[in-house]
């Protein structure tokens, strides 16, 4: 009989490799690391797996998001990553949530794994995800790629430093490069999940993972591994859990490197779509479209997507302000 998991069994053991399967994961971005940090986990043979994402696919996405093809522009990360990763594995569970993670609903959406992996592209996810990691002791690994460079740094407080015994505070809007301002490499992205996907498994099958912060420059050929602080911070000492605990409820910011504005809310909401559609249509005098998951149509100049969870992108020359103001006429505050 053909076994699956053969190969890989023969390097862990029987009973590490068959620890894998009552595993639960939560994968928290399914862009170009979360792609290829999922695929591993769900060839693995991790028992159970839920992708977490907010966003949909884009056409330039496709350079080094490796789960979604050109069949896929315009649908949901999370629910496309599911189907493609079922195709590759239908004896695991796969659970996936279009969700935008927020102070109001990550205690819900991480509540219950094993294992959270950053798959995100932001430090405010990766700072809310280390506050669950903080009140709950569940272990995540750090991932990032920018550029040509990678970075992966397992953390468990307290056993190990948590991320703001690094780094105390997220880096300001504009202090960091991102994607669209730096752009990235597919390969550096791949390179540097599939180092996270390793420790995972290590982390998963009872082994201790890398203690140190790894950094590569894949394209100058430099590597860099950072020890972690010697002492605690005082918010994994004492469990303070600032970005979990923020409340607000509506954030507009300009779009990293496009010309728009991006509409958050807290906690999520359930937007009656239909019930907006012919609204939106009045006030405009143009057709709205409506995919269940979000409606989109244009004013002006200005071109608009509504989510279901109430998160809108404004598209074009426009205030954060200005497109807070349109967000609370037709929708409210």
Avoid at 23 to 34: F, W
Avoid at 94 to 114: H, I, M, P
Avoid at 228 to 236: G, K, L, Q, S, Y
């Amino acid at each position: 009989m053909i076994d699956r998991y053969a190969k890989q069994r023969i390097f862990l053991g029987r009973e590490p490799e068959a620890r894998l399967r009552d595993r639960r994961v939560a994968v928290v971005g399914l862009g170009a690391t979360g792609s290829v940090l999922a695929s591993w986990l769900a060839r693995a043979g991790v028992g159970h797996l839920t992708l977490i994402d907010r966003d949909l696919v884009e056409l330039s996405n496709l350079q080094r998001q490796l789960l979604y093809g050109e069949g896929d522009l315009g649908r949901p990360k999370a629910e496309a990553a599911r189907e493609r990763l079922a195709e590759a594995n239908s004896s695991i569970e796969l659970v996936a949530q279009v969700a935008d993670l927020t102070s109001g609903n990550a205690r819900e959406l991480l509540a219950g794994f094993d294992l959270i992996m950053d798959g995100t592209d932001n430090f405010e996810a990766r700072f809310l995800i280390n506050d669950v990691a903080i009140l709950t002791g569940t272990p995540w690994i750090y991932t990032g790629a920018i550029g040509g460079e990678g970075m992966v740094w397992p953390l468990n407080p307290p056993r190990t430093p948590c991320l703001r015994c690094l780094i105390e505070e997220p880096p300001a809007s504009g202090d960091v490069d991102t994607c669209d301002s730096a752009g990235v490499l597919g390969p550096a992205v791949g390179i540097a999940a599939s180092w996270g996907a390793l420790e995972a498994i290590k982390i998963l099958t009872g082994r201790e993972p890398h203690p140190e912060l790894a950094r590569f420059d894949f394209w100058h050929n430099e590597r860099q591994f950072i020890q972690p602080p010697a002492t605690r911070c005082r918010f994994c000492t004492d469990k303070v859990t600032e970005f979990l605990d923020a409340r607000w409820t509506l954030k507009a910011s300009s779009l990293c490197g496009l010309e728009g504005v991006q509409i958050r809310v807290n906690p999520p909401r359930q937007l009656d779509l239909a019930a907006l559609k012919p609204r939106l249509e009045a006030r405009t005098g143009r057709d709205w479209k409506d995919s269940g998951l979000a409606l989109t149509g244009t004013e002006g100049e200005l071109r608009f997507t509504l989510f279901k969870d109430g998160r809108a992108l404004v598209h074009g020359p426009v205030t954060p302000e200005r497109a807070k103001g349109w967000y609370t006429e037709v929708v409210g505050a």
